[in-house]
């Protein structure tokens, strides 16, 4: 996903989830459930979040400078860390200790219709962002797990909004469930026990996008299939014996940095070997668009 197209999907869903907020804040006030205004709260959490995907975002995009010759892609990993501990602190946190209180202090919850519309109404917009996440992931790394696939990927945008969005399918059912508990019991304690749970929610899944994008943070490899690209791009030519050494680095979204060892055929002239490499690199950027950077060395060693 581009800067561009991260952009998009992430202010369209900034434009839902403050509307969302807002209507879960009206019904939590309506309903004076708990689990209400922990969904509320997440939807907050998420409007900041993405606030803070569009400011990574853009430090990401700016030029390459002799403080930082390789730009600074990296930064929207920074950005998406920080985002997934907005997750934890401001919705997974207060969540619970929101929860807490209600079961510590339980109140009946009032008028439930307007809170179980709202809550049907999140689901749908919500599911739908989900499913438009799924569909981006699916299509980056085809046919392994969702986790799996998660991990794969080196675009820490698509991780944390396809996160979010799990995070908030799922708080959604949790809370649509307690509060319907809460309603036919009389008894406040469940809508209290479901903040709690959507707050476990929120922890979880804020702790998988931590782990991820910490690993991005302090340099993955890129995409493995760079590697059997480079390979068969060396073994194409003649003058090259084989590919010695090689080296990935995702150095930012669609930015990759390579280094490698190759050895040239014995005999080669300095210009013929100088033309053996910058042909090598034409071809592994023609298969690989998001190689930025290529070091090239020969080397004779057995």
Same mark, same amino acid.
């Given at each position: 996903?581009?800067? @561009?197209? =991260?952009?998009?999907?992430?202010?369209? %869903? +900034? !434009?839902?989830?403050?509307?969302?907020?807002? &209507? /879960? $804040?009206?019904?939590?006030?309506?309903?004076?459930?708990?689990?209400?205004?922990?969904?509320?709260?997440?939807?907050?959490?998420?409007?900041?979040?993405?606030?803070?995907?569009?400011?990574?975002?853009?430090?990401?995009?700016?030029?390459?400078?002799?403080?930082?010759?390789?730009?600074?892609?990296?930064?929207?990993?920074?950005?998406?860390?920080?985002?997934?501990?907005?997750?934890?602190?401001?919705?997974?946190?207060?969540?619970?200790?929101?929860?807490?209180?209600?079961?510590?202090?339980?109140?009946?919850?009032?008028?439930?219709?307007?809170?179980?519309?709202?809550? @049907?109404? =999140?689901?749908?917009?919500?599911?739908? %962002? +989900? !499913?438009?996440?799924?569909?981006?992931?699916? &299509? /980056? $790394?085809?046919?392994?797990?969702?986790?799996?696939?998660?991990?794969?990927?080196?675009?820490?945008?698509?991780?944390?909004?396809?996160?979010?969005?799990?995070?908030?399918?799922?708080?959604?059912?949790?809370?649509?469930?307690?509060?319907?508990?809460?309603?036919?019991?009389?008894?406040?304690?469940?809508?209290?026990?479901?903040?709690?749970?959507?707050?476990?929610?929120?922890?979880?899944?804020?702790?998988?996008?931590?782990?991820?994008?910490?690993?991005?943070?302090?340099?993955?490899?890129?995409?493995?299939?760079?590697?059997?690209?480079?390979?068969?791009?060396?073994?194409?030519?003649?003058?090259?014996?084989?590919?010695?050494?090689?080296?990935?680095?995702?150095?930012?979204?669609?930015?990759?940095?390579?280094?490698?060892?190759?050895?040239?055929?014995?005999?080669?002239?300095?210009?013929?070997?100088?033309?053996?490499?910058?042909?090598?690199?034409?071809?592994?950027?023609?298969?690989?668009?998001?190689?930025?950077?290529?070091?090239?060395?020969?080397?004779?060693?057995?």
């Amino acid at each position: 996903m581009s800067h @561009g197209g =991260s952009n998009k999907v992430i202010l369209t %869903s +900034l !434009a839902a989830n403050v509307g969302i907020a807002l &209507a /879960k $804040t009206a019904a939590a006030v309506v309903t004076r459930s708990g689990s209400m205004m922990a969904e509320a709260l997440h939807s907050f959490s998420d409007c900041a979040n993405q606030v803070l995907l569009l400011i990574g975002n853009r430090h990401a995009r700016r030029a390459p400078s002799d403080e930082h010759p390789m730009g600074h892609g990296r930064a929207a990993y920074l950005w998406s860390f920080l985002v997934a501990l907005m997750l934890f602190f401001g919705g997974g946190v207060v969540a619970m200790y929101e929860g807490v209180k209600k079961v510590m202090h339980p109140e009946p919850v009032e008028h439930v219709g307007w809170a179980f519309a709202v809550l @049907g109404f =999140s689901l749908i917009l919500e599911g739908a %962002s +989900l !499913a438009q996440c799924l569909r981006a992931v699916k &299509a /980056k $790394t085809p046919g392994a797990s969702l986790v799996a696939q998660l991990r794969d990927t080196k675009d820490a945008d698509l991780i944390v909004v396809t996160g979010e969005n799990v995070a908030a399918v799922l708080g959604l059912t949790v809370a649509a469930a307690f509060l319907a508990l809460a309603w036919r019991t009389g008894d406040g304690i469940w809508d209290g026990l479901g903040s709690i749970g959507v707050g476990v929610g929120l922890v979880g899944v804020s702790l998988f996008l931590a782990r991820e994008t910490t690993s991005l943070v302090v340099g993955e490899q890129a995409d493995p299939k760079i590697a059997a690209q480079v390979r068969e791009a060396v073994a194409e030519d003649p003058r090259l014996e084989g590919l010695l050494r090689f080296m990935s680095l995702q150095q930012g979204p669609g930015e990759v940095v390579l280094a490698m060892k190759v050895k040239p055929r014995a005999g080669l002239s300095g210009a013929e070997l100088v033309q053996t490499i910058n042909e090598l690199e034409a071809r592994v950027r023609s298969r690989c668009p998001d190689v930025k950077w290529q070091f090239v060395e020969p080397d004779d060693e057995a």
